[in-house]
């Protein structure tokens, strides 16, 4: 009885069009509308990128020409040399070609930049930190001349290049959150189909429902074998949309593939479980059990912060609790602690939670449905 | 003397502070094909909402194969084949597979029930649709489908809950000469229906109900003679002078007469030979008589005279 059920539940569940539309085609569709919006600004606004500058040596500065040639040739190089006198250096800068002309006149460095941003501010920060270097080590010549060249070598070796400091074995990506976020409102949007779980098999509800509680199936049987397939699906539904997040859009999930599934997955059974909770209280309609629903998912997303991203920080600091018992705000916690901390002791907290919840609302249905005889149909 | 299938002892059912069942009681036996007869509202699938223990109700019992009727009477519900009044399928699965499910609920030999659904299918006649989607039904076809999903096990109680509303003429004798079938084939029938002449047609016993009460019970040419009128003639003629309505009225058997919409009705109670006494009457007046109408009683009748009301609205 029970895998007859469960096989007929799964091949309705997958030809039906809320599962299509909402857990399989909108999620393939939204991940593709953010690859096209944002697949490249990280790369362009986030990521380092060496600062065109032109040089003009008046000096015949040794040391300048020694630290720049030796920062060009690191893997992550400060800036991008270009050597010029002082009119094809200021045609440059006037077309744009670099953000600023560093000037080398009696062993220190002059800049002229041409606007006000990062990347003169790092011009500047260069200029700076080597003209005091240079006085330091002339310093340290005329008191001990033998140490010139032990110090100079420390010091300059800093300004060579930028090296990245990790906070996390994850993807720093930013955009990232947008993906994170778009699996957990599919997570969620799998309480529809937890809500025709609870419709479908209640007398009261659906003439399906009615029809099967004349029959000699028990009814939890019914209800295991329907719930159980829904979770069956949605897990499915999940992996489809991280797989082709993962493999077809080529998002980067950090080295811990494995768990992002397992959030997914744990995430979308939760959403089935919240469906099915709600769909077995009172005796509304489909259509105003879906309302109510979709009402109940939309404040859930909008409390994480799904919809205005500093709400989540709001509700941290003005009703903490409130993050921690929200399932949307436990679904993105647990995406967003993988992309944060190194060690798995919060990502754990957060799976254990989502367990947690899905039995606590699963066994919320299951009371709510169990009821035998109906006070009207 | 054949054996009791259901018995339903002074049940009652509120709502609020309506009452849907007051003290209804009812036997039927095997073998029958019973019709619960009744407007709109009457309690027809209260009842039977109770009969499958669905609906909670506040005083009686009902017993079914000689056992109390719960919830948990799976070995009753084996038997028993529900036909609602609305369509209970998936939308998602073909008619094969509707039908499969269903009857899996009640049949767990594969092979066994393989052949039950092929026998439904060829019964409702949709051995061409059983690739079809629900959804690419006609409204026919799918009350078919929903029969089939109702008696596929083969059950030994069949109840159908109005299962011919919306339903195309050609579609509806399909139905009623299915149900005969299935009733010919040893499946007790409870039959639930507004529309009287399909009760007429296929039920052996039947039972009245308006506003949760049973007002009548037996078959009907029992129910026809717990009425005065036996007999109602509609003659098409001008309007009749004072004189020629009291001659009618005085005739034998005459109960009532009355003109309304150019035709003289008169409604007799018993006799023979009534409809030629008032031509002879007509024609003594030499009056032109147009068509004319001798019509038995029908339920409608008895539910009128019984209740004092209509059994069917008018947009029925």
Partial sequence: MFL???????????????????????????????????????????????VPAAVVTNDGSTELRGVLDSMESSENPLMKVTYADKEEAEKLLSDGDVQGIIYSEDRKLSLTVAGIGMEETLLKTFCDQFNSRVSVITEAASKDPASIPAVSAELMKELNSVSEEKLT???????????????AMVALFGALIGLSTAVDNQANLSALGARKNCSPTPKSISLAACLISRFILQSFCMVVGVSYMRFILKIDFGDRLGLVYLSAILSGILGVSIGFAVGSIGAGSYDTKQGVLTGVIMSLCFLSGLMVADMKAIIAEKLPIVNDI?????????????????????????????????????VIGFILTRRRKYASL | MANTVVKIDNLVKRYKELIALDHLS??????????????????????????????????????????????????????????????????????????????????????????????????????????????KLSGGLLRRLNIACGIAHKPKLIILDEPTVAVDPQSRNKILEGIEQLNRDGATIIYTSHYMEEVEQICTRIAIMDKGHKVAEGSKEELKKMIKNTETISIEVAEPSA????????????????????????????????LIRVLDVLQKHDMHIGRVYSELPTLNDVFLEITGKALRDKED
């Fill in chain 2, 26 to 135: 009812l036997e039927i036996k095997e073998g029958e094909v019973f019709g619960l007869l009744g407007p709109n509202g009457s309690g027809k699938t209260t009842t039977i909402n109770c009969l499958l223990s669905l609906l909670a109700y506040d005083k009686g019992t009902i017993e079914i194969f000689g056992k109390p009727m719960t919830p948990t009477s799976y070995d009753i519900k084996r038997e028993i084949g529900i036909i609602m009044q609305n369509v209970a399928v998936f939308n998602e699965l073909t008619v094969m597979d509707n039908i499969d499910y269903f009857c899996g609920l009640y049949i767990t030999d594969k092979a066994k029930r393989k052949q039950y659904v092929e026998e439904a299918i060829r019964f409702v006649g949709l051995e061409d649709f059983t690739k079809f989607y629900p959804r």
């Fill in chain 1, 169 to 183: 074995e994850g993807n720093m990506d930013y955009f990232n959150e947008y993906f994170y976020n778009l699996i």
């Fill in chain 2, 243 to 274: 004189e020629v309505n009291a001659e009618v009225a005085a005739l034998p058997h005459v109960y009532k007469n009355e003109y309304t919409d150019g035709k003289l009705h008169v409604y007799c109670s018993g006799g023979k030979h009534n």
């Fill in chain 1, 326 to 362: 929200n399932p949307a705000a436990v679904i993105t916690d647990s995406f967003h602690c993988l992309n944060v901390f190194t060690d798995t002791k919060i990502y754990t907290v957060k799976i254990v939670t989502m367990l947690g919840m899905t039995l606590l609302f699963s």
């Fill in chain 1, 4 to 50: 007859h059920d469960l096989k007929y539940s799964l091949r309705s569940g997958l030809r039906a069009r809320v599962m299509l539309i909402w857990l399989l085609i909108f999620p393939i569709a939204l991940s593709t509308l953010f690859k096209i919006a944002f697949g490249n600004v990280y790369e362009s606004v986030e990521l380092f990128k060496s």
